[in-house]
């Protein structure tokens, strides 16, 4: 049995990605991860919860094969679709996330992003926006305001 993913998960090269399968019952699985049409993808234990690690930019789709030799249902695969971005592409995908003191040229700049990215943003720079409404507007304002970042939020 196949169950695939279609979206990609989007992620940077060379960026460990701790993943974990889970499983519901009493079985006592093995766990096998890989990666289609000979990417170079590197996992660093066989194992239900591991890190996956993407050394060139482009597609890639992994599988994760579960095993259990008493299951009637055994093996599964997965398949999961991944993006891999070079870090230049990264950055201009989250460019509240870029590079910590990040040049804005005001405050409007804020309210392009979106709400996780300011989010990425205010932890980046040391702002606790814990607690704060889920307001686009507000959030900028805030993070403007503890910025000292001048412009029209």
Request: proline share 6%; aromatic share 8%.
């Amino acid at each position: 049995m196949l169950t695939n993913y279609g979206e990609p998960i989007y992620c940077k090269v060379n960026d460990a990605l701790a993943v974990e399968a889970a499983i519901t019952g009493d079985a006592s699985p093995s766990y096998k991860w890989e990666a289609r049409g000979n990417y170079p993808m590197v996992v660093s234990e066989q194992a239900a919860i591991t890190t996956l690690t993407f050394p060139q930019e482009g597609s890639a789709t992994v599988t994760l094969t579960v095993t259990d030799r008493t299951a009637t249902d055994s093996p599964i695969t997965y398949g999961m679709n991944f993006y891999i971005a070079s870090q230049a592409e990264w950055d201009a995908l989250h460019p509240a996330a870029a590079k910590p003191g990040i040049d804005l040229s005001g405050a409007d700049d804020l309210m392009r992003l979106t709400i996780p990215q300011l989010k990425d943003f205010a932890a980046m720079n040391g702002i606790n926006v814990a607690g704060l409404p889920r307001s686009k507007q507000l959030l900028a304002e805030y993070i403007a305001a503890n910025m000292n970042i001048k412009g029209n939020a």
